[in-house]
Antibody
Framework: QLQLQESGPGLVKPSETLSLTCTVS??????????WGWIRQPPGKGLQWIGS???????YYNPSLKSRVTILVDTSKNQFSLKLSSVTAADTAVYYC??????????????????WGQGTLVTVSS | SYELTQPPSVSVSPGQTASITCSGD??????VCWYQQKPGQSPVLVIY???KRPSGIPERFSGSNSGNTATLTISGTQAMDEADYYC?????????FGGGTKLTVL
């Protein structure tokens, strides 16, 4: 059974860089043609996609965060990571990692996130 | 940027049918999926590719998508279905989430 687990500091100072790792177990991150994504949820608010990466390192990011986000993959460790620079209090959120599945029917692409990790709360505060 | 709009809240009586909508420009031309999130838990996929149910999701969950609106329907709603529900679609290399709908079963 595929499982994902986020890890990293729970407290980050303003202007510093948030760094999280997602460890995948139960299957190889390189198997099939999945992408692997990061999604966040500020306290009491909705979900915001941050970005996704393939096992070969191809990435796509949320345009609103692109200038501050880097997502990398380490297939030897079956992990992928998130770095978000110049954080502010607005970046306080529960951060989730998830596997992205996709299919193409005709000219239409379907994407969905499943499964998700349990999430980790990151607070930005001095 | 593409936007998905959901009603903030929907109420339903136990045993009745709940309908949660997700609206976007020409949304019927895209594929939509839906997530259920209970308090303190991670989101769980309940519908993908408009109408498909993942293994383990009860048959009372169904989805449709046409025109500018996608709909998640829960038939015979149970107390355990009380949760936040989010729609999601893929547009121009971007994953887009709706703002979420709180389903109250009362």
């Amino acid at each position: 059974q595929l499982q994902l687990q986020e890890s990293g500091p729970g407290l980050v100072k303003p202007s510093e860089t948030l760094s999280l790792t997602c460890t995948v177990s139960g299957d190889s991150i390189s198997s099939n043609s999945y992408y692997w994504g990061w999604i966040r949820q500020p306290p009491g608010k909705g979900l915001q996609w941050i970005g996704s990466i393939s096992s070969s390192g191809s990435t796509y990011y949320n345009p609103s965060l692109k200038s501050r986000v880097t997502i990398l993959v380490d297939t030897s460790k079956n992990q992928f990571s998130l770095k978000l620079s110049s954080v502010t209090a607005a970046d306080t959120a529960v951060y989730y990692c998830a596997r992205t599945s996709s299919t193409i029917v005709g000219a239409t692409t379907a994407h969905w996130f499943d499964p998700w990790g349990q999430g980790t709360l990151v607070t930005v505060s001095s | 940027s593409y936007e998905l709009t959901q009603p903030p809240s929907v109420s339903v009586s136990p045993g009745q049918t709940a309908s949660i909508t997700c609206s976007g420009d020409k949304l019927g031309d895209k594929y939509v999926c839906w997530y259920q999130q209970k308090p303190g838990q991670s989101p769980v996929l309940v519908i993908y590719q408009d109408t498909k149910r993942p293994s383990g999701i009860p048959e009372r969950f169904s989805g449709s998508n046409s025109g500018n609106t996608a709909t998640l329907t829960i038939s015979g709603t149970q107390a355990m279905d009380e949760a936040d529900y989010y729609c999601q679609a893929w547009d121009s290399s971007t994953e887009v989430f709706g703002g979420g709908t709180k389903l109250t079963v009362l």
